[in-house]
């Protein structure tokens, strides 16, 4: 799996970003995680081909049902769907 590593200062939380690579609120999620120096993972989907990209989806759709982008999982636990500026900003800072 096409899995991505960004390293930030803070990391004491488990961040994993659902992205599709032309999305730009994706875009927007991944600078605004950068900004707040936040290490994270992400997986753009889009890239993905076949059964990759098939478990990948049902992966998404198990805590978004509705599988929008940018879907952002924290502690595997917590999810927030779209670009949310201030709610990222709120769990993560």
Known sequence: ???KHVDGKKSA???FL???STCPWC???KALL???????D???VDLLVGDEQNKVV???EAVNPQGGFPTLVINKTEV?????PEEITAVLS
Do not use: H, P, R
Not at 34 to 40: C, F, K, P, Q, R
Not at 80 to 84: C, E, H, N, S
């Open 18 to 20: 659902y992205a599709l």
């Open 1 to 3: 799996m096409s899995v």
């Open 13 to 15: 939380k488990q961040v």
């Open 58 to 60: 049902s992966d998404i």
């Open 42 to 44: 992400y997986i753009d």
């Open 27 to 29: 875009k927007k999620t």
């Open 34 to 40: 950068n900004d707040l120096g936040v290490s994270y």
């Open 80 to 84: 927030i769907v779209g670009y949310k």
